[in-house]
Nanobody, 124 residues
Framework: QVQLQESGGGLVQAGGSLRLSCTLS????????VAWFRQGPEKERMFVAA????????RYRESVRGRFTISRDNAKNMVYLQMNNLKPEDTAAYYC?????????????????WGQGTQVTVSS
């Protein structure tokens, strides 16, 4: 079993930045693709970004491309989401996910392991 724990959420003004972190622990997940999803109030969970083990393959949701950057430190078992130029519509609970199959996917069904989420609120 792989455990994921997010941190770094908070309240920020529009135009500001936040960096979310996700710690992977438990069973080794060295070949896991990692991803971030988000779920706003009364909305479905949506894909944000995903990254392969090597970092060579990456996908972003179109609305965050150029503002968000997903990265990972495999030696530290950490995943990050740097979020710049935040907008009120980015307000959501953000979830870290991992997939041992190694497929960089935007489908939440592709991911076996999930964190509990961290809240990001962007004020206008």
């Amino acid at each position: 079993q792989v455990q994921l724990q997010e941190s770094g959420g908070g309240l920020v003004q529009a135009g500001g930045s936040l960096r979310l972190s996700c710690t992977l622990s438990g069973r080794t997940c060295t070949n896991c693709v990692v991803a971030w999803f988000r779920q706003g109030p009364e909305k479905e969970r949506m894909f944000v970004a995903a990254l392969s083990v090597s970092g060579n393959a990456v996908r972003y949701r179109e609305s965050v491309r150029g503002r968000f950057t997903i990265s990972r430190d495999n030696a530290k078992n950490m995943v990050y989401l740097q979020m710049n130029n935040l907008k009120p519509e980015d307000t959501a609970a953000y979830y870290c996910a991992a997939d041992p199959q190694g497929i960089v996917s935007s489908r939440d069904g592709s991911y076996n392991y999930w964190g509990q989420g961290t809240q990001v609120t962007v004020s206008s």
